[in-house]
């Protein structure tokens, strides 16, 4: 196990790459702390696997390094890094039974049968294979072939870190949710470093100490399931995260304060001097019709089961109400409140910084 650091990493597919947009990974410095749940979360084509694959080896950045326990790995193969590595889609060996394919990463290291064989029936279990061991790979539906991948991945217990690129893509609806409550127990139970890569928000928030958002080769945000939906850095995260996501309103500044029409928006934080396109965020959770507040006209009631999701119309902007079952709507005068607390003002997509 290791504590992973990615130092002034960048990294291009191009030989000579020339605009910002010629670079798959933009500028990243992250420290990953031993033993922990990480989460890599993202929208397809942001940099998650190429980010995976420069943590395990199998690329080579074309900027900047990578350190295991504070020495540099950067130019070790994946074999000398000892990460073991799920892919999206499954590698098995289709005519070796499932018991010979959970044991092929321990045989290839020269570990005793014994210890193999207990190894292999551990994963077994954890992966739902017991019953399989003796089949032939290649009798599994790719549900099947997945967790053998999955198995191979969680077998050794000498690897710095195991890695997951999106590894329940392929498998079937609720099989999915417990082998993520599975992968979570287990890390609890190992405290093996786990990065998580997945466009899955649900995913990313159950399975992760620590969430690691991305957009266009950039990592956005780093924080806790907590952080990232109370405290959004930048409204990318305020939208892609929640459902539904974070209203994000364009709004006046005048000395630091915010204003929609001639309205001030109470804030938790202040706009620093200067600052250009100024919007408001703030998430569906917290805002509430009130006697007093914000004229609005409702136009759109969804009704979905636990709660229901009231779109309002204020001063030509939509914004969006998350209220439990039993709050009334009003009839009549509708007037929203943001909760200050939970209330910001962006400029130019980033929280402003200064407190008020
Ligand atoms: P994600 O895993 O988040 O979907 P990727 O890391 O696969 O994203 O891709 C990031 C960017 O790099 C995308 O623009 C993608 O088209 C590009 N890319 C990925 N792999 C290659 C490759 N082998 N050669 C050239 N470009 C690639
Ligand atoms: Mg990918």
Redesign the pocket.
């Known amino acids: 196990m290791a504590r992973i650091t990615l130092s002034n990493l960048r990294h291009s ?2 030989d000579n790459p020339v605009s910002e947009d010629d670079w ?2 933009k500028q990243l410095d992250i420290n990953w702390e031993d033993g922990g749940a990480f989460a890599l979360l ?12 420069l943590i395990s080896g199998l690329l080579v950045p074309s900027q900047g390094d990578i350190l295991f326990d504070g020495e540099s790995v950067t130019n070790q193969t994946p074999e000398e890094r000892h990460i073991a590595q799920v892919f999206q889609f499954p590698v098995v060996y289709d005519t070796m039974t499932v018991y010979d394919n959970l044991a092929f990463p321990l045989r290839n290291r020269k570990v005793s049968e014994d210890i193999i064989a207990q190894r292999v029936a551990e994963v077994a279990e954890m992966t739902d294979l017991t019953g399989m061991l003796n089949k032939r790979a290649s009798g599994l539906t790719a549900d099947g072939k997945q967790k053998i991948s999955l198995g191979r991945g969680l077998v050794r217990t000498d690897v710095n870190a195991i890695l997951f ?2 590894p329940l893509t392929v498998i079937d609806p609720h099989l999915k949710f417990q082998l993520r409550a599975k992968l979570k127990e287990l890390h609890s139970r190992v405290s093996n470093t786990m990065i998580y ?1 997945t ?1 899955d928000q649900t995913e990313a928030l159950t399975f992760a100490d620590t969430v690691i958002v ?1 957009n266009a ?1 950039e990592v956005v945000q780093v924080g806790t399931p907590k952080d990232l939906f109370e405290k959004p850095a930048h409204t990318f995260v305020g939208h892609f995260i929640g459902s539904p996501g974070m209203n994000i309103l364009p709004c006046n500044i005048d000395n630091g304060k915010a204003y929609l029409g001639s309205s001030q928006i109470k804030t938790d934080n202040r706009a620093t001097k200067g600052v250009t396109n100024a919007e408001i965020g703030v998430r569906p959770e917290f805002v509430s019709f009130e006697s007093k507040g914000l004229d609005v006209k409702i136009t759109k009631v969804n009704d979905v089961g636990r709660f229901k999701i009231v779109e309002v119309d204020l001063m030509g902007h939509s914004v969006k109400l998350l209220m439990g079952e039993e709050q009334s709507i009003p009839a009549e005068n509708a007037k929203i409140e943001f909760n200050p607390k939970f209330t910001r003002i962006y400029a130019n997509s980033h929280l402003c910084e200064q407190e008020r």
Not at 42 to 53: D, I, Q, V
Request: aromatic letters at 4%; hydrophobic letters at 30%; charged letters at 15%.
């Open positions: 597919y191009l798959a990974l993202g929208p397809s084509g942001c940099g998650k696997t190429t980010l995976l694959n690129d999106e890569v466009h991305m080769g």
